[in-house]
């Protein structure tokens, strides 16, 4: 049953609810799992040892779930989006909200870009040949394109088939045909499942949320069986005690703990805002955190094991090429007879070439090494990368040399479009929502599409548009850009500022006390300490430490370089910088903007009550109980 509300003077507007908490449970988890965060996991536990696991759960323990709790507890208790929420319990840093708004617009741009791959790569597993496993002949030719022959076919059809990237960020062009299609069949995905409302959407998580973990299971029976699996789960057991004494480590962890949890977009607190402010939203923060990590945790095994195989088959391959480029040199006279490798390298070709490479003598074993390149496991593990680069080129090039790689492929794909999927709902929730508090048109329109179709196309066709700039040759540039280095500061600046709001502005221990009052139990005075105190704190260093090394560190990305077909990478252009900088400025000005405007009007910094949505519902002993709890004691 929905929860009336009444907007002045404005058309009623009943808020709908959860139908039951496991939806709402699904749906904050569909949100938090993200597949980029099951591969940036792994990548800094391989780069980092299991020192990063012991530094990413105290940081959990310590911001993570205190945080994740706040905003949901802040969703429930106001019953409405960013924007709204944080005007009333903050009213000086009240501008947060639109900041948030903001910055989780700019996000849902750029994610379905990523599920806009994921279907053209769908698009292709259905035909005989599978395009990523072979090179393309030239037009009106037998001959292999000649920039696919110098690297992998993996690696030629992402750059050059996907993606039609440019050798830079600063060559765009218009956006990609062939992209610009799955992306918009992406936004009419999302659009179908929410168009039928809150209730819908509960339903569909039923679906989308089992599939991607027994995709998960699967693939972790089958990489455990896959050859140089054992090699690659050795890397869990690797421990690097400098790592906790390394500040950079430290600064990652704590960035990459507010991104898991997804904290600081909105969604969180856009999601709550649909459930009764009675409900225990401490019990659902730490579910929620424990599946988030339990996810991560559950992937990464597979995924050491996937990279072990596709580090042993890689390093094999090599080594077979090396044989066959001195077998050549010595059949043309340019190496002496002894120089000549085995006929036969059997079913280890890395382990057989090492072993005969190691016994030659050291005057032709110095020659024999200028003829040839370094194959060796464990730089070719390490040579993974994050982003991406991994889903569509490392992952998807190791399950092309397994037995059955259509299938496998396409399960893996389907795990991320499921994701994907989730976390655009989930997103986009933290754009809706606030709009249909804030305006009447979409207040009318709880099922989105059906009572008042103009407001939700115009909404959603704004945001395909704006997309489309993400599709062109140099998208995925700018989508490292955002991701790797954009989006940090912002994050952080937002997550710092509710806590303000909450434990500062409004007061931690008054906070508490109305959710104490409405769940009819007492909560443990710790988390007075950690809104108060540790979190702010903690986010204070991490934002120096982030801007510190953002700073320092030398601003480039990785780009195709189609002229000797790999990737180098290039420095960011001054331009590109300072237009990300302006970007930067205007998501935070609303912050400055809304405390200029409490002083002027004289709006004092604590608020007297929770005087929002709470006290207006006519429905529930729990919403009566919030009524009477509205304005107690100050801290």
Not at 111 to 136: D, M, R
Not at 300 to 323: M, Q, R, V, Y
Not at 432 to 441: E, G, K, W, Y
């Amino acid at each position: 049953m929905g929860m009336p509300e009444k907007k002045n003077s404005e058309v009623p507007y009943t808020r709908p609810v959860w139908s039951n908490k496991v939806e709402y449970i699904l749906a904050q988890v569909g949100y938090s799992v993200r597949a980029i965060n099951l591969w940036r996991f792994p990548y800094l536990w391989l780069h980092n040892g299991g020192s990063f696991f012991i530094i990413y759960v105290f940081l959990l323990l310590l911001i993570g779930i205190p945080l994740l709790f706040l905003e949901m507890a802040v969703g429930q208790r106001m019953r409405q989006g960013s924007i709204g929420a944080w005007k009333i319990v903050g009213p000086w840093v009240g501008g947060v909200g639109y900041t948030s708004f903001m910055v989780c617009f700019i996000l849902s741009l750029y994610l379905n870009v990523l599920n806009a791959w994921i279907l053209s790569y769908l698009g292709q597993v259905f035909k005989y040949s599978i395009p990523w496993e072979h090179c393309p002949l030239l037009k009106n030719s037998s001959e292999f394109d000649p920039e696919c022959q110098r690297t992998t076919p993996s690696m030629y059809f992402w750059y050059r088939t996907t993606l039609k990237a440019s050798d830079s960020i600063e060559d765009g062009g218009p956006p990609v045909l062939s992209l610009s299609v799955p992306l918009l069949l992406s936004w009419c995905l999302v659009g179908a499942i929410m168009m039928n409302g809150l209730k819908a959407i509960g339903k569909v998580m039923y679906v989308l949320i089992p599939v991607p973990y027994i995709i998960m299971l699967c693939f972790l029976i089958r990489a455990l069986l896959l050859e140089g699996a054992v090699f690659g789960l050795q890397h869990l057991k690797v421990w690097k005690i400098s790592a906790l004494y390394d500040v950079t480590v430290w600064c990652f962890a704590g960035i990459q703990v507010l991104f898991t949890l997804g904290l600081g977009y909105g969604p969180i607190v856009s999601l709550a805002s649909y459930m009764d402010p009675s409900n225990n939203c401490l019990h659902d923060a730490l579910i929620v955190a424990l599946v988030n990590l339990g996810s991560m945790m559950f992937a990464t095994p597979s995924i050491f094991c996937i990279l072990g195989f596709w580090a042993t088959i890689t390093t094999d391959h090599c080594s077979e090429k090396n044989a066959e480029t001195l077998s050549n040199l010595v059949i043309l006279g340019k190496l002496p007879p002894e120089a000549q490798p085995p006929k036969h390298l059997g079913d280890t070709p890395a382990v057989v070439f090492f072993a005969w490479l190691s016994a030659l003598p050291a005057p032709i074993s110095n020659l024999v090494f200028s003829h040839i390149v370094d194959c060796d496991y464990e730089k070719q593990f390490l040579k993974v990368k994050e982003g991406p680069n991994f889903a569509f080129l490392a992952f998807i090039e190791a399950m092309s040399f397994a037995p059955g790689s259509v299938f496998w492929t396409s399960l893996h794909l389907l795990m991320l479009l499921t994701l994907g999927l989730n976390v655009m709902l989930g997103t986009l929730q933290g754009i809706v929502t606030p709009l249909q508090d804030n305006f009447s048109s979409f207040r009318m329109c709880p099922k989105l599409f059906t009572d008042s179709l103009f407001p939700a196309v115009v909404v959603f066709a704004l945001m395909f548009l704006c997309g489309l700039f993400f599709t062109r040759p140099s998208g995925i540039y700018y989508i490292g850009l955002m991701t790797e280095y954009w989006m940090i500061l912002p994050v952080i600046i937002i997550v710092t500022f509710e806590t303000v709001a909450v434990a500062w502005a409004y007061g931690a221990k008054r906070f508490l006390a109305d959710l104490a009052a409405l769940w009819g139990c007492s909560i443990h005075p710790i988390f007075h300490w950690l809104w108060s105190i540790v979190s702010p704190v903690v986010l204070l260093l991490l934002l120096m430490t982030a801007l510190i090394l953002l700073s320092l560190k030398n601003m480039n990305y990785l780009a195709w370089d189609s002229s000797t077909s790999k990737e180098v990478f290039r420095q960011y252009p001054t331009w590109v910088l300072l237009m990300m900088v302006v970007l930067f400025l205007l998501v935070i000005l609303p912050i400055p903007m809304r405390f200029v405007y409490c002083l002027l009007h004289a709006i004092p910094f604590k608020p007297t009550s929770l005087d929002g949505p709470v006290k207006e519902v006519q429905e529930g002993p729990a919403l009566q109980d919030a009524n009477q709890t509205a304005g107690p004691p100050a801290v």
